[in-house]
């Protein structure tokens, strides 16, 4: 499977979301999703409940892009028209909901309120998307949301930032070089240019 740090949205953008992970429990949101398309009168096809199984494996938003390289993976071909239009009818329905991270790039996840609901911290710099949950967070938010003018009834929260992988390398490539080291460096340029 694809790193985050490998995958590449068209334009030349980096996916900012990494590709697939897996909670290891069957998903009962698959179950209700597919139950709420079949009595909205959408078929049962292949595509969607190659989708549904997909979403309801992961632990965080997907792209569509991702969604379709992550299928093809797995031997299961469906088109990005496909899998836009089950998204949209699953949003439609309210089974997944919209990740907009400012980047231009759609993701998007089950809807999950009480377990499962997360945040997102996402890496700057290689667009790796992580979920996260803080209890004192959530509690935070509702008292906030108390004392506003308006009804909650949502909210996400996303932090920046450089993620372990990208602040490590920037550890390294910042990294004092050592004496010995510029020695041996200087040694091996030195035999590669006889």
Do not use: K
Not at 164 to 188: F, K, L, N
Request: charged share 30%; hydrophobic share 35%.
């Amino acid at each position: 499977m694809a790193d985050a740090h490998d995958l590449a949205e068209p334009g030349g953008g980096t996916a900012a979301v990494e590709p697939v992970g897996l909670t290891g429990q069957p998903s009962t949101w698959v179950q209700r999703a597919a139950q709420g398309l079949a009595q909205a009168g959408y078929r049962r096809g292949g595509a969607r409940r190659a989708i549904l199984e997909l979403l309801g494996e992961q632990e965080c938003a997907l792209s569509a892009v991702e969604i379709q390289r992550e299928l093809s993976a797995r031997n299961r071909e469906v088109s990005r028209a496909s899998v836009y239009r089950v998204m949209e009818e699953l949003e439609q329905l309210g089974f997944v909901q919209r990740v907009e991270l400012g980047t231009g790039v759609v993701r998007f996840e089950p809807a999950r309120h009480g377990p499962g609901h997360h945040h997102h911290l996402l890496c700057d710099r290689c667009g790796r998307l992580q979920p996260f949950a803080d209890d004192g967070l959530e509690r935070a938010i509702r008292r906030v949301s108390e004392r506003l003018p308006l009804r909650v009834s949502e909210h996400e929260i996303v932090i920046h930032g450089a993620c372990e992988r990208c602040s490590q390398d920037d550890r390294s490539a910042a990294a004092p070089v050592s004496e010995g080291a510029r020695e041996r460096a200087r040694g091996r340029r030195a035999i590669s240019r006889r």
